[in-house]
């Protein structure tokens, strides 16, 4: 384990975890404080159940803040209600709970629901050097913030509610560096697919990744959160970025954000949290950002990333057990080997989750989309990722671009991104999503999945098929 | 929580790698308020069709490996999702013990709190506990945690390790929640010196 004794050089990582250490046990076993607790619907009855069978309440209610996301209807008849309803039982307890137990609670028919994720730090209860948890793998987004978050199950919810503490060992060290400055049309999306295919859905089992370099310095907030929030799709459980100017500029401001003087010692303490230059790091990797070219993945796990101007690989170009997958990836993606990435035809276009469902996102889309429209054949739909995302893009214009395109505008939640709602994918039915998870089912029973940018999704839409964006920028601008 | 000793049970070989949790569970069962019932659909979209029927190559599916208590699968297990849907519906298929050689983090910890052992082994041991299993129901395999040894049917030994607080958890069945409640005064003290020192949070 790295070494954290006074004085001796520390990541950000270990920085952030001794500030958190309530008691640590001799066999490394820490309780750790946790300063934020995100709650959706899926994950947390079970555990308000737990509460209620003991008699136990939540300890820090001010800290927990509740939403519903996953199971919530996009389209703009909400108010009516659920009609699924398993779903509606769903978020209906999350009512319940979050109002007998007293915690913050932004209900479906606030503007400032959203995707957990995104409401968030929108709201300003992330903030750099905090601990944040949620019963759900993608919290790794708030390490943007420079904030140590990572994904939790539900019996740990209803640990983390009854104690605001979680039993945890300390993890790994692992840096991942992105030297030099990207190319034109590379996103902060194509990076963390990049960074994938690189090391592996297991890449970063046990460790949690520090994300630095040049290339990830430069990105916006935005881009941050879409390179965290894939850390666990590279096996980490918690991904950070140091936080800067750029974090402070963000964060200022917010409804949650602390002021005046408590702003200025906030800052204060924030412009410490950076690994020292001589810390241990049990596993290092470097990409050269000019290195990376738009990506797509192209099976069933997001570790099947490949560069846009790629062909589909064949199982005999694995080894070990990844060639029996990879033959299972093909047929369930109905893919021949050798077959040119740009030559894969799209029947649906997904725009949104709490991968690529904020304004820049939408932005970044809109702009491929702007006096275009979507192939003959082709559907498409945008999700923003909050209320106020969604507010805000109808104030710059961005519904009318893409509702002119062919899209459908809808109201923010997971939506297609896991289909618990509605919103899936038919059997067969191939899409170009912004999402972070290809996985079997995924989608819809039977849908393909490939990931990819903004960008990327949207001009895919308009071709038809998949497409090098840096190309069809330089043909069709 | 059911403590968990020593098992000895017929052992299903799932050779994929990389199994995630969505195809332990698949999200339309995430919709239950409860934790118990999720059994019957534990692989679904590997187990039945979309009619709802039985799929007979599956390995579940086979006479042989109906009622496996322990699976034995390819590497990077539980990746994905952090659902602890996934636990519970293993837990209530009956399955008590997953072995492989590396699993996802979050499933890995959920494991523990529902009294599901999972183990990592070398890539050897691994293989020949697949091969073991392959064998179906007239091998039997077994696990004994205090121990920390897994035994194939043909007696070959292997020895795993195991956190020992967690080690300790399991044998007792020990519930996390209370043993914390208990340092509630540690805790109180924390939030008092973090009111000082952070005190915007
Ligand atoms: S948008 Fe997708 S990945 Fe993100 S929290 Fe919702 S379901 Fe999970």
């Not at chain 2, 590396?102 to 082994?121: E, H, Q, R, V, Y």
Request: aromatic share 6%; glycine share 10%.
């Amino acid at each position: 384990m790295t070494n954290t004794t006074a004085g001796a050089p520390r990541t950000l990582y270990d920085k952030i975890w001794d500030a958190h250490v309530v008691e640590r046990q001799e066999d490394g076993t820490c309780l750790l404080y946790i300063d934020r607790h995100l709650v959706h619907e899926v994950t947390s009855p079970q555990a308000f159940e737990g509460l209620r069978m003991t008699g136990r309440k939540v300890r820090a209610p001010e800290r927990t803040i509740a939403v519903p996301d996953h199971n919530v209807p996009t389209t703009w008849d909400r108010e009516k209600g659920i009609d699924n309803e398993e779903s509606r039982i769903q978020v209906e307890a999350l009512d319940r709970n979050a109002r007998e137990f007293g915690v913050n609670y932004y209900p479906v028919n606030d503007i400032r629901q959203g995707i957990v994720h995104i409401v968030g730090p929108e709201q300003g209860w992330t903030l750099p050097g905090m601990t944040v948890v949620c019963g759900d793998s993608h919290t790794a987004t708030h390490g943007a913030f420079g904030a140590l978050a990572h994904g939790i199950g539900t019996s740990e919810v209803e640990h983390v509610l009854a104690t605001q503490t979680l039993i945890q060992k300390k993890s790994k060290n692992m840096k991942v560096e992105v030297t030099g400055r990207l190319a034109p049309g590379v996103t902060a999306k194509d990076v963390v697919l990049a960074i994938i295919g690189e090391t592996g859905t297991a890449g970063g089992t046990g460790h949690v990744i520090e994300y630095c370099g040049e290339a990830i310095r430069n990105l916006s907030m935005e881009g941050r959160m879409t390179i965290c929030n894939m850390a666990i799709e590279g096996g980490a459980r918690a991904g950070l970025i140091a936080p800067d100017e750029t974090t402070f500029a963000y964060v200022n401001g917010r409804p949650h954000a602390p002021k005046g003087a408590q702003w200025e010692a906030a800052v204060s303490w924030w412009r410490t949290l950076y690994s020292d230059p001589d810390a241990h790091w049990d596993k290092v990797v470097t990409l050269r950002g000019e290195d990376i070219a738009p990506t797509v993945t192209w099976g069933t796990s997001p570790e099947d990333a490949l560069p846009i101007t790629a062909t589909v690989p064949a199982p005999e170009d694995f080894t070990g057990g990844k060639v029996e997958a990879a033959r299972r990836s093909l047929e369930y993606m109905g893919l021949a080997a050798g077959t040119k990435l740009t030559d894969i035809a799209i029947d649906a276009v997904f725009i949104g989750s709490c991968t690529n469902g904020r304004i820049e996102d939408l932005r970044a889309a809109a702009e491929v989309l702007r006096g275009r429209r979507l192939a003959e054949g082709v559907r498409g739909m945008v999700v923003p990722g909050s209320g106020l995302v969604r507010a805000q893009a109808e104030e710059e214009g961005l519904d009318t671009i893409f509702k002119e395109a062919g899209f459908e505008w809808r109201l923010a939640g997971c939506s297609m991104c896991l289909g618990m709602n509605p919103d899936q994918l038919a059997p067969g039915e191939r899409c170009a999503a912004t999402s972070n998870r290809n996985f079997e089912g995924r989608q819809g029973y039977k849908g393909r999945t490939h990931l990819m940018s903004p960008a990327m999704a949207a001009a895919a839409g308009v071709a038809g098929h998949l497409v090098d964006i840096r190309e069809f920028a330089a043909v069709t601008a | 929580m059911d403590k968990f000793t020593t098992l000895t049970g017929i052992a299903a070989p799932m050779p994929l790698v990389n199994i995630d949790t969505d195809m332990i569970i698949p999200k339309q069962f995430l919709k239950t308020i409860k934790r118990s019932g999720l059994g019957v659909n534990l692989f679904d979209e590997l187990r039945y069709d979309r009619e709802g029927n039985e799929i007979p190559d599956f390995v579940l599916n086979q006479p042989a490996w109906r009622d496996a208590q322990i699976l034995v699968a390819g590497d990077n297990f539980g990746c994905g999702s952090s659902r602890e849907h996934a636990p519970w519906a293993l837990l209530d298929f009956g399955i008590r013990c997953v072995i492989s050689t590396s699993f996802a983090d979050i499933f890995f910890n959920n494991c523990f709190k529902n009294g599901i052992l999972p183990i990592t082994l070398p890539q050897e041991a691994v293989d020949a506990l697949m091969e073991d299993a392959r064998k179906g129901a007239n091998a039997r395999m077994t696990v004994d945690l205090e121990n920390q040894t897994v035994s194939s049917s043909d007696g070959q030994e292997f020895h795993f390790d195991i956190d020992p607080f967690r080690k300790h958890c399991l044998l007792n069945g020990l519930d996390d929640i209370g043993l914390t409640m208990e340092k509630a005064p540690a805790i109180d003290r924390f939030e008092t010196q973090m009111a000082q020192a952070r005190p915007w949070i």
